[in-house]
């Protein structure tokens, strides 16, 4: 890792602790073939989903990575996990490399890294008690022989994220959305892992019950020291749970900072528009802001075009931009961002 | 937002909608009232569960076999839409004078037609154009939406468009008969935020330009802001605090609306933690007695177990909580 | 606090096997409203009943020969008597005891057979949908070959090398009839696969088989059970016509199909040789249908509901009539 090109990577807020990343992800690509076209299928369509995407994170810390459908951030996410075929770049956890683990190795490696998933009502088997479904981990690792073996260890569980003990003698279909994601957050802690991907965990949840699992998240992660990579498809929700924000676009990452400063001083005209993009509750002032809508829509990912991949919204487009695609370079201390012309 | 006629354009009074589930019936809509004036935007916003879709199903004579019409009526330009003897004035209003939007534009768009067709169909059958009178009118109405290109356009299936375009095409088509109101339920919430910031805007921009009455159903109270003239707020199948969008947001009554807005998570201003509501959304099936609101309310009290109605505050604005009423907490 | 907390889920789970019960009351209440599946739970439970306790049931052996009584008509008839109910056929066996014993060669073979091809064709498809790849591939084509031979060839092969027996039967219908349970189960698991639990139960490091038996497999009950009843129903009517063609069950076992294959030279004489095994068949596979379209019902929460939402407009609207009726009465 050292000696080339190196892509500026910030050490996050002061909390996080110094020391070697938990993830390191590098040039990281993903290709995805999506079957043939043309005539005899002589044509082969490729979607690239990911395209040197670099980033760190360290114990205790979180990573937002934010991004609209279709720009790779969940990709991403599986990648890390062994659950997506890895076309190029390399990923590390704890020094190790593990870019192209192979099945047992993804499989010993569950132990120590985890998945909360979108959906609360379709990543719980319908089939199966809350017990079982809390249990399964922790069976399949032979850390307990039966269920019944860990019922203390799932209802301890279970009051961890906020639920009854009894909770567990029940099936999911009992339990409202931001229950059930509670019940994917006990699943995922069961086995005590170190590092956390969540796609977008609050997305399908209603808002009073959004704040509920985010500030749950957080206290988990004051109390066991887990790394997350929170992914979301907009800026609202990471702002309270992130050390440091990625935003993605078309497989690229375009800005990388503090978390602070995406905020405060946003450089990439995506990260603005992201930004502008979510409505403030308050009709005076929602009437007053200035929006950037960039208009146009996202480059179709089976064929991006050469250069920077915002160009077809993009109100500051050049001829460079065109040309050749920016790379992510440090804007301020802590800040990095891919653009020729901010 | 004046209004000259007296009667509104929409009126929905005491509209009580139940499911028969095996479970047990379900609440959905215990007795809502509310009216939408000529020109006029109303949001009306609640979580899932709120009962809200139901309310504008109710109108759109969506509610189907497990769920009935219990009680109430909806009037639109002072005649009712649910009386039996009325069925004609249904039928035409329906569609012609109500267009509605829906969430997920694939679904509600046909696969196997093109646009074009699918909206020249519209206009065939309910204004009578002819062939060439319906393709033009279909390029205004492309036009109209923000679409490049409509000629190429009508040619194209729905699986050829994103997300952001079909939801503009179905714009479109609601647009075709120049409905007097347009019923939009969650019409963005399947869309990347960015293409919703566009559609938002043409929404609003198309609102003001035809004068059209629009009722916008949501969970994002972002998004009432940015196009409401007034706004609704549902809790389990009751409107719980309705007036002007402004005032509403300014200085919100009852401890749900003002909690709600505590949990938008607002960009503009800096806060350390995430503000939630406790406890979740009851049961519709054996809904709280009196203030439904009251077991996650911090300032419930025993008054709170009497059965409430919405009790106007001036300024129209009308609120259902009991401890608003006795102390006006603004 | 942990050992308390332990506690209280042990409690709930102890408490979970009675609304076991409840839910199969509830199941009961829901088939006495649905008259079609009623009549069909009472056939075939009927039906078992009948071939369980043939012996005990049927007033005769069906193998018993009287032939001073041959071709006796059923009681109706002015020569009919009471010891032959439903008449005797051409060696004077009682038709009644024939028809009683021919339902458990009926059952016992669809039963099997529904067992043996259910089995083996889901574990197919399960493999197939869920690995992929080169299995898929493999046992697709394995499929798609075995249904383009003509199934009737291969069991007249089989039957011809082997020679005809119950037990030949029910493996040559099983040898027929996987194909259908591999293909469905397939399609379903491609489908149930993509769902994020099944990704849940990986990322949690479950191995394979865990996944397709703990995960998978019990999401598939209700359509492969419907599609397991509605075979059966067919295996009957194909145990049938083996037997009528003389490939089945081999005199002097009894079976329905060879029942009215033998009755068929006496038609025009006892027409109820033919009849009476041949209206057994028609009730069995109508029982079953019945059933099976009711459990396609019961299976889908949707329709599960508005069938719900039906029943009860309907009490509604009787509770409704009634208070007016009696407000009339009451002045």
Known sequence: MIGQKDIVTSRAAKEVAAGPPLICVKDLRVIFDAGRAGFWGRKRLQVHAVEKVSFDIHPGETLGLVGESGSGKSTTGRAILGRVPITSGTIFFQDKEITHAGKEMVRALSRYMQLVFQDPYASLNPRMKIVDIVAEPLLVHGLVKNTKEAAGEVAQLLELVGLPPDAGARYPHAFSGGQRQRVGIARALALKPQFIVADEPVSALDVSIRAQVVNLMQDLQARFGLAYLFIAHDLAVVRHISHRIAIMYAGNIVELADRHLIYESPVHPYTKALLSAVPVPDPPVQRARQRITCAGEAPNPMDPPAGCRFQSRCPHVTQTCRDTAPVLTSRRPGQTAACWNC | MNDNQNTPLLEVRNLVVNFYTRGGVVQASRGVSFQVGHGQTLGIVGESGSGKSVAVQAVMGLISNPGRIEGGDIFFMGQSLLDPAGRKFVRKVRGKDIAMIFQDPMTSLNPVFTIGTQITEVLRHHLGMNRDQARKRAMDLLGLVDINAPEKRLKQYPYEMSGGMRQRVMIAMALACEPRLIIADEPTTALDVTIQAQILELLADLQQRLAVSVILITHDLGVVAQLCHRVAVMYAGRIVEVGDADQVFASPVHPYTKGLIRATPRLDVVTERMVSIDGVPPDLISPPQGCAFSPRCDQAENACLRPQTLTPLGDDRHVSCWCAIKGDTR | ?331
């Open chain 3, 1 to 331: 606090m942990s050992p308390t907390s332990a506690d209280t889920l042990e409690k709930a789970l102890e408490k979970n096997r009675y609304e076991r019960v409840e839910k199969l009351l509830e199941l009961g209440r829901e088939l006495k409203r649905d008259k079609a599946g009623l009549i069909g739970v009472i056939l075939i439970t009927a039906l078992v009943m009948m071939a369980v306790f043939a012996p005990m049931i049927a007033p005769h052996d069906p193998t018993d020969q009287d032939l001073t009584a041959r071709l006796a008509p059923p009681v109706w008839y002015e020569k009919g008597t009471w010891n032959h109910m439903l008449g005797t056929d051409h060696l004077g066996r009682d038709v009644l005891s024939r028809t009683i014993h021919g339902a458990r060669v009926s059952l016992w073979v669809g039963a099997a057979v529904v067992l043996l091809a259910g089995g083996f064709g889901v574990v197919m498809g399960l493999m197939a949908g869920y690995l992929g790849g080169r299995t898929d591939a493999f046992v697709m084509r394995w499929i798609d070959t075995q249904v383009a031979f003509p199934g009737l060839l291969l069991a007249l092969i089989i039957l011809a090398v082997i020679g005809p027996s119950l037990t030949t039967v029910v493996v040559v219908l099983a040898l027929n009839g996987w194909m259908v349970y591999g293909r469905m189960t397939r399609s379903a698991v491609l489908s149930i696969r993509q769902s994020p639990y099944v990704e849940a139960a990986e990322v949690v490091g479950c191995r394979w088989p865990r996944v397709i038996f703990r995960h998978i497999l019990p999401n598939l009950t209700s359509p492969l059970l419907t599609l397991a009843i509605l075979e059966f129903a067919r295996i009957v009517l194909a145990e049938a016509a083996l037997s009528f063609l003389g490939l089945g069950i081999q005199p002097p076992a009894t079976s329905w199909g060879l029942d009215v294959s033998m009755g068929k030279n006496y038609m025009f004489m006892a027409w109820w040789l033919v009849t009476i095994p041949g209206c057994a068949i028609a009730v069995t596979v109508l029982a079953i249908n019945l059933v099976a379209s009711w459990l396609r019902l019961i299976s889908d929460p949707q329709e599960r509901e508005k069938q719900f939402a039906r029943h009860m407009a309907g009490a509604m609207r009787k509770k409704m009539q009634a208070s007016i009726e009696k407000e009339l009465k009451a002045p």
